[in-house]
Structure formats: structure tokens, C-alpha cells
């Protein structure tokens, strides 16, 4: 070491570094060296585990699926999946026939959001799984599986989707409501079930907007080509149609008006047949009033038609309790119009739960068409 002191009393002390070699390290050097990595790695750990483990747990949280707010299906928003289910438990008590209990059908359905613009939609029903009535006791159905919706939907602007596959005939109010919970009685109205397939396999286009206070809906379907495999049995051959509607606010009610035109191939005769109809959609202080009105025309050489209509009334009775009216009057083409109606209540107690009570009347019995006597659903959504 070399010490130099100048005038001013500074002392300036220069050092020879010298060279460490870790061969002559001592143990405890050594020793401490390691404690001292470990312990920068357990600090490292410490900091980083949690941030891990808080991104495994926001990830684990954003798939879980997440219940829709009004109770029939879940979401998973960052997948773009949305999942659903439901099924129907019917009994009924009818005049002149047996009571029975069955499992009508178990739904469940998938929409696949992949892109903004695209989704993806399937409906799978199994029906008619078992059936106990009180003069045969158990019984198995047919179990029919079916793919009762297949579709994708692509928007083309913000008014203007093109689908393709196969999806619910947009003819009137209820054939578009395919869901059994979802739907105010147990049985539809039977000019809704007899008056045109209730399937079409093919494209759509659906043209949706709002203008100055007025809402508008159109839609054309038709085929893509004659035979697709995914046909249901109501779908014979061809079919071509179109739905419009509007709609506007008048002072605390809101009413809607549609116009209905299909022609298609009968599945019974394989005659070319043409169907239009119109229908009403009006709520009014917490009344829902609806109605439609068809008129099929068959060609070919037994020339007939047939025709029919509903009017049906919502009214709130309670909180989540309903009272349901309808008429309805059916002219088929062959045997005697049967004219009738019902009165039911909906309770929906709570999100995923849905019973129904309804008491059909007709003017005459029928075996197919409105039955007379109870009939009565539990419906689950999961």
C-alpha cells in the first residue's frame, strides 16, 4: 500500500486489488454463498408463485360457466360458448282415455361464438323416452334421438344475417318458440302443429332494424338444394318462404302485425301446397294478447284445404303466476272442424323451474287434435 500526503493534509490511498480464486475459497464462503442463492431464489418464488397462481385462478374463474340472468343456460364468455338444457315431465288426464305420465323430451343445446360475426348453433331432443299410463303401467318409447336445430348464422351488416343449416320455419309467433318451458301451455295451437313444416333445411336470410320508432323484421328461407340429410320427416321435399312484421309503441302498449307465406312440398301426398297467414303480438298493462290465422291450399288432383286460427291472452295474476285464455278453431282437410279452447295457469316459482295447468275444451272428441280433459308439465332448465 502507498501513502502520499500533500500540503493540504489530503490523504489519497491506492490499494492493489488482488485475485480471488474460489479454489482457495474457504468452506464457510461457500457455505454462505449458497444460503445466500437459495434465499434469493425462495424471495424470487415468493414474489412470483402468487402472480401465478392469481392468473391460474382468473383463468380457472373466467371458464367457469356463468348462469344466464334469466335461468336457462350458462355462458362462457371467453370461449364464446353458450350452454343449456331443459327438460319436460307431461301428464294428463283426458275424457274418455287413459291418465297418463311420460317424459316428453330433453333438450340440449350449443351456441358457438367464434368470431363477432359468426355463431354457431345446435339443438339435440331426445323424445318419448318412457311412458306410464294407469291401465298399462310402464312402458318404453321410441327414444328418438334428433338433431332438431343445426345452424350457423353469419351477419353480414348489422341489419342482414345470412343462416344456413337447418333451423325453426319463421312462419308466425309460436313455431319460432321451440322450447317446452318456454312456451305458455303445455299443447300449441293446432293450426301451428298442421299447417306447414315446422323444420326448413336450407338458407335464410333474416333482415332486422329500427326506425323512427318503428321495428321491422323480414325473413326469406329456402333450400339449398332438393334432398339434404338432415331433413325431418315434415320435410318432404322443397320449400320456399318468407315472413315480415312491424311493429311500434302506442302510448304504454306495444303491438306487432306479421304477414306469412310458404309453399312447400305435402309430405302426406307429395303435392305442391301453399300456406299464408297473418298474426298479432300486442302487450298491454302486463297483458300478452296474441293470435295467428293460416290458410293452406293442397294442388294436385284431390284438390283441398284446410285453415284455423287461435287467439290466446296472458294475464298476470301474481308476481310469477299466470292465467292463460285461449280459443282456437281447426278446419282440417278431411272430417269435421273442431273448434275449442283452454284455460291454464304458468307458474314459474323459480329461475330453472316452470308448471303448467291447463284444461282443454272442444265442441267434439278428437283423437289427435284437441284432446278434452287436463293435461299439466314440469319443465326444467339446467
Not at 424471495?43 to 401465478?52: D, G, L, R, W, Y
Not at 282415455?97 to 330433453?106: C, E, K, M, P
Not at 337447418?166 to 321451440?178: A, D, E, H, R, S
Not at 302443429?193 to 323512427?212: A, N
Amino acid at each position: 500500500m502507498l501513502t502520499n500526503v500533500t500540503a493540504n493534509s489530503t490523504i489519497r490511498v491506492a490499494m492493489k486489488p488482488r485475485p480471488r480464486d474460489p479454489a482457495k475459497l474457504g468452506h464457510g464462503t461457500r457455505l454462505r454463498r449458497r444460503v445466500a442463492g437459495v434465499a434469493v431464489a425462495l424471495a424470487i418464488s415468493a414474489v412470483t408463485m402468487p402472480t401465478a397462481v392469481r392468473a391460474d385462478s382468473n383463468c380457472a374463474l373466467r371458464l367457469r360457466p356463468v348462469p344466464d340472468p334469466s335461468g336457462e343456460g350458462y355462458a362462457i364468455r371467453d370461449l364464446g360458448l353458450w350452454l343449456a338444457g331443459d327438460l319436460t315431465v307431461v301428464g294428463s288426464v283426458p275424457e274418455g282415455h287413459a291418465a297418463s305420465i311420460a317424459l316428453d323430451d330433453l333438450d340440449l343445446l350449443v351456441r358457438y361464438e367464434p368470431f363477432s360475426r359468426l355463431s354457431l348453433f345446435s339443438e339435440v331432443r331426445l323424445e318419448e323416452t318412457f311412458r306410464v299410463e294407469d291401465d298399462e303401467g310402464l312402458a318404453a318409447g321410441s327414444g328418438n334421438l334428433s338433431i332438431e336445430r343445426l345452424y350457423a348464422d353469419l351477419a353480414l351488416t348489422p341489419t342482414l344475417t345470412l343462416r344456413a343449416g337447418k333451423f325453426l320455419t319463421p312462419f308466425g309467433l309460436w313455431n319460432v318458440i321451440w322450447r317446452a318451458p318456454l312456451t305458455w301451455t303445455v299443447e300449441r295451437p293446432v293450426i301451428t302443429e298442421d299447417g306447414f313444416p315446422d323444420h326448413t333445411t336450407g338458407l335464410g336470410l333474416i333482415y332486422q332494424t329500427t326506425r323512427h320508432g318503428w321495428t321491422f323484421d323480414a325473413t326469406a328461407y329456402g333450400p339449398a338444394q332438393d334432398e339434404l340429410p338432415l331433413r325431418s320427416e315434415s320435410e318432404a321435399g322443397l320449400m320456399f318462404g318468407g315472413r315480415i312484421s312491424a311493429g311500434h309503441q302506442i302510448g304504454a302498449a306495444y303491438a306487432a302485425i306479421g304477414a306469412n307465406g310458404a309453399g312447400f312440398e305435402d309430405d302426406e301426398t307429395h303435392h305442391w301446397a301453399d300456406v299464408s297467414g297473418v298474426d298479432l303480438d300486442v302487450s298491454v298493462a302486463g297483458n300478452k294478447l296474441t293470435g295467428e290465422f293460416a290458410y293452406k291450399h293442397l294442388n294436385g288432383p284431390d284438390v283441398s284445404r284446410e285453415w284455423g286460427w287461435y287467439v290466446q291472452d296472458v294475464i298476470p295474476v301474481r308476481g310469477p303466476l299466470y292465467l292463460i285464455a285461449r280459443a282456437e278453431s281447426f278446419h282440417g282437410r278431411r272430417g269435421r272442424p273442431i273448434t275449442g279452447g283452454l284455460a291454464g295457469l304458468f307458474w314459474r316459482p323459480k329461475s330453472y323451474l316452470v308448471l303448467k295447468l291447463d284444461y282443454q275444451f272442444a265442441d267434439r272428441r278428437s283423437e289427435d287434435d284437441l284432446q278434452r280433459g287436463l293435461v299439466m308439465s314440469i319443465g326444467l332448465f339446467f
